[in-house]
């Protein structure tokens, strides 16, 4: 049993409060003592293997000064083959697992990543913090019990998101819907329907998984819900009951059924982009704000929201943090051989913009490592909660930035101000063209038989991109741009129903993993354009 769970059955919350979620009551004095402390440990393993010789390049550092100022950036092609092929004994310390995610096209066709003993204990702790979070509503709040029910959401191993509900199950007794092991045999939408019908049976506590999901499977369940019959549920009495109450919750409300008039959830986990965009959403169908986490294959976990659901805060036992400056991120993407400089999270700045660099602490293998991802930090300090510590959210891929000269966008712009529109849509993507002028070119697939045009589509996302109040990518002065030079940077190509849909078939026929089911968002490759039939 784990230290987590013996807290949590023996009712020691005050203790596992402190175990899990401490952190959040750190001064940045003390949040970087912890970092260069095991970073410190961190470089001595990394000089005894293979793998840390190589990247060093000669190096011997024997300071935090020294590890940044001799140690160069990477990127996983300096990884290559020997995590591709999980050569074990280049690395710092033995793994237990390895995670997967999807790699890079024409350069290796997917990453492995090792995670050692000691640093999925520490990572458990971290999973522990969220969902303690994502439950309370007071600090020292520990709202968990064991055996609390949650609908599976999540890919199967060796992807990341089934190995953290392993571990929530090992240390937090949560039980999944459907259960871990059935979950893994069946595809991801077998997973998702039959969790939702054990969930009118059994009841729900709370949702783990992709914010997206949780939205369709509210739509869906919507939409049939006056089709279905009661009389099915006949033999299954505790989810006619629930049917029956919710009926009667949405008929006071004079309005259709929602999931959240069939279940009061204790807790919502989610990650990624998708997590800001939809919040509210989530919020009017399931009753319950989602807690978002940033985290990836790389990190595991990096940062999490706490119980007001605003910005994240890091965590600093898992990896150390670096931040490449926007100015300084724009030197290197015009000029390769540039060599960007890092700042440390004590030298961060609110409102600006960062490139997260990471080391893998506990014997992981990354170093000086650029996951791709932007970050802005908002606040250096959470005065409401009492957190000192600086307070950030995610932006979105490097490499997904689209520059258009006066104006800068990216995923999560484009994708705040198209739900902004109120047009219905199925999916979509864009990338960035140049024919006289740079402009953004979005392919999208309207929902709902809506029809409009593709000028109108244009028009209204680019006035919601403007009313956005986000300073970092809209030209403060813009108005007077436009009315000095015909400055028109949105195109639109209205796809044919159903080409996602095909899109996806096509790609599950190849074989592709869960996350490359649906092209990126950003920066289609040519292929994606070509499967949708956009050129």
């Given at each position: 049993m784990s230290k987590v769970n013996e807290l949590l059955r023996e009712g020691r919350y005050e203790d596992l409060w402190q175990l899990c979620c401490g952190f959040i009551d750190l001064s940045i004095d003390q949040f970087m003592t912890i970092q260069k402390s095991l970073l410190l440990e961190q470089i001595e393993l990394l000089k005894k293997c293979a793998l840390g010789r190589r990247i060093f390049r000669g190096a011997m550092p024997n300071s935090v000064e020294e590890f940044r100022r001799q140690v160069p950036l990477t990127t996983y092609t300096d990884y290559c083959p020997d995590l591709l092929e999980k050569r074990e004994d280049v690395l710092p310390a033995k793994p237990i697992r390895w995670i997967q995610t999807s790699g890079k096209g024409g350069e290796y066709p997917f990453k492995w990543v090792p995670i050692t003993e000691r640093f999925w204990e520490e990572a458990g702790l971290n999973f522990t913090a969220i969902a303690i979070f994502g439950s309370c509503n007071r600090r020292g709040e520990v709202l968990l019990k064991p055996g609390m029910k949650l609908l599976y959401a999540a890919a199967q191993p060796p992807f990341l998101t089934n190995a953290v509900a392993h571990r929530l199950a090992e240390d937090v007794s949560f039980q999944f819907l459907p259960e871990l092991e059935e979950a893994q045999s069946l595809s991801f939408e077998e997973g998702v329907e039959k969790g939702f019908k054990l969930a009118l049976t059994e009841g729900m506590d709370g949702f783990y998984g992709l914010a997206?999901?949780?939205?369709?499977?509210?739509?869906?369940?919507?939409?049939?819900?006056?089709?279905?019959?009661?009389?099915?549920?006949?033999?299954?009495?505790?989810?006619?009951?629930?049917?029956?109450?919710?009926?009667?919750?949405?008929?006071?409300?004079?309005?259709?059924?929602?999931?959240?008039?069939?279940?009061?959830?204790?807790?919502?986990?989610?990650?990624?982009?998708?997590?800001?965009?939809?919040?509210?959403?989530?919020?009017?169908?399931?009753?319950?704000?989602?807690?978002?986490?940033?985290?990836?294959?790389?990190?595991?976990?990096?940062?999490?929201?706490?119980?007001?659901?605003?910005?994240?805060?890091?965590?600093?036992?898992?990896?150390?943090?670096?931040?490449?400056?926007?100015?300084?991120?724009?030197?290197?993407?015009?000029?390769?051989?540039?060599?960007?400089?890092?700042?440390?999270?004590?030298?961060?700045?609110?409102?600006?913009?960062?490139?997260?660099?990471?080391?893998?602490?506990?014997?992981?293998?990354?170093?000086?490592?650029?996951?791709?991802?932007?970050?802005?930090?908002?606040?250096?300090?959470?005065?409401?909660?009492?957190?000192?510590?600086?307070?950030?959210?995610?932006?979105?891929?490097?490499?997904?930035?689209?520059?258009?000269?006066?104006?800068?966008?990216?995923?999560r712009v484009i994708w705040q101000a198209l739900e902004k529109t109120g047009i219905p849509y199925k999916e979509w993507t864009a990338k960035k063209e140049i024919s006289d002028n740079p402009r953004l070119?979005?392919?999208?697939?309207?929902?709902?038989?809506?029809?409009?045009?593709?000028?109108?589509?244009?028009?209204?996302?680019?006035?919601?991109?403007?009313?956005?109040?986000?300073?970092?990518?809209?030209?403060?002065?813009?108005?007077?741009?436009?009315?000095?030079?015909?400055?028109?940077?949105?195109?639109?190509?209205?796809?044919?129903?159903?080409?996602?849909?095909?899109?996806?078939?096509?790609?599950?026929?190849?074989?592709?993993?869960?996350?490359?089911?649906?092209?990126?968002?950003?920066?289609?490759?040519?292929?994606?354009?070509?499967?949708?039939?956009?050129?």
């Open positions: 997206g999901v949780l939205v369709a499977i509210a739509k869906k369940f919507n939409k049939n819900s006056e089709k279905t019959k009661k009389t099915q549920y006949i033999y299954h009495p505790r989810a006619l009951a629930r049917l029956i109450k919710g009926l009667i919750n949405s008929r006071r409300e004079k309005r259709s059924i929602l999931p959240k008039d069939l279940w009061k959830l204790k807790v919502i986990t989610t990650m990624g982009t998708d997590s800001i965009i939809y919040r509210d959403k989530i919020r009017e169908l399931w009753g319950r704000m989602p807690l978002n986490v940033y985290g990836n294959t790389e990190t595991t976990v990096v940062a999490t929201q706490t119980w007001d659901y605003k910005d994240m805060v890091f965590f600093p036992n898992l990896n150390f943090l670096e931040f490449i400056p926007q100015d300084e991120f724009y030197k290197n993407k015009v000029d390769p051989g540039y060599k960007p400089k890092t700042l440390l999270l004590d030298e961060v700045k609110p409102g600006n913009l960062y490139e997260l660099v990471i080391t893998n602490f506990h014997g992981g293998a990354l170093i000086r490592y650029r996951i791709g991802e932007l970050i802005r930090i908002t606040a250096l300090h959470n005065d409401v909660l009492g957190i000192k510590l600086p307070q950030m959210m995610l932006e979105g891929r490097a490499d997904d930035l689209i520059d258009l000269g006066f104006i800068r966008l990216n995923e070119h979005l392919y999208i697939e309207l929902a709902n038989g809506y029809y409009t045009s593709a000028e109108e589509v244009a028009d209204k996302l680019y006035k919601a991109i403007k009313n956005l109040d986000d300073g970092l990518y809209v030209y403060k002065d813009l108005a007077s741009i436009e009315s000095l030079i015909d400055f028109k940077p949105i195109e639109v190509t209205i796809l044919p129903e159903g080409v996602f849909t095909a899109y996806k078939k096509a790609r599950q026929e190849e074989g592709a993993s869960l996350s490359d089911l649906k092209p990126p968002h950003v920066n289609p490759s040519r292929r994606d354009l070509i499967m949708l039939e956009a050129e």
